[in-house]
């Protein structure tokens, strides 16, 4: 009977995905993808975005191409686990946004056998780890870095430049005030 138990138990069929890199890079597009796909199969999936994140719609999570789907802005990573109920496929997106509690929130929701996938920034405007990805990435089972394409020479971008001199960590914007760069064209402009 025990056995039995555990065979047919979801706790530990579940894992979480991290969808990592720069500004311009794919990161929703790629969560919203995922999700969608969840959603063709019959899954039962709930996304979650930051109530701060309010660029291009108050509640829907929208990529920068404009492709969009129906989310629930939530306060703190806390409300997730209230929310999620029996929700099979969880998609968190600007992760970088929310408290560090959002790593203890998606290894509870994984423990309890539900696909777990968190899409954010890796590093700030500075080159930092930014808010709790660092830690989403040591314990997340598969992890996507996406890069977008440097807008001074052509090469790989994973670095977010901001560009005007604001110094407040979280500054909402799109292609006025950040581009992405490489690595080389980003320490240039920082001299």
């Given at each position: 009977m025990f056995l039995e138990n555990k065979v047919n138990n979801k706790e530990g069929k579940g894992w979480i995905e991290l969808i990592a890199g720069s500004m311009f890079s794919g990161k929703t597009e790629e969560l919203i993808r995922r999700m969608r796909r969840a959603e063709y199969a019959g899954q039962n999936v709930e996304i979650f975005k930051p109530?701060?994140?309010?660029?291009?719609?108050?509640?829907?999570?929208?990529?920068?191409?404009?492709?969009?789907?129906?989310?629930?802005?939530?306060?703190s990573s806390n409300n997730i686990l209230l929310l999620t109920g029996d929700t099979e496929v969880i998609g968190i997106d600007e992760a970088q946004f929310f408290d560090d509690g959002l790593v203890n929130v998606c290894n509870t929701l994984a423990t309890q056998g539900k696909r777990v996938i968190v899409a954010g920034l890796d590093m700030d405007f500075k080159g930092k780890p930014f808010g709790p990805m660092p830690a989403l990435m040591a314990i997340a089972e598969y992890i996507t870095k996406v890069h977008a394409i440097c807008m001074r020479c052509g090469n790989l971008a994973h670095y977010s430049y901001r560009k005007n001199k604001s110094d407040e960590l979280v500054l909402l914007g799109e292609v006025n005030e950040y581009e992405p760069l490489c690595r080389k064209c980003y320490t240039a402009a920082n001299k």
């Open positions: 109530t701060t994140d309010i660029r291009y719609h108050e509640e829907n999570v929208v990529s920068h191409d404009r492709r969009e789907i129906r989310s629930t802005p939530v306060e």
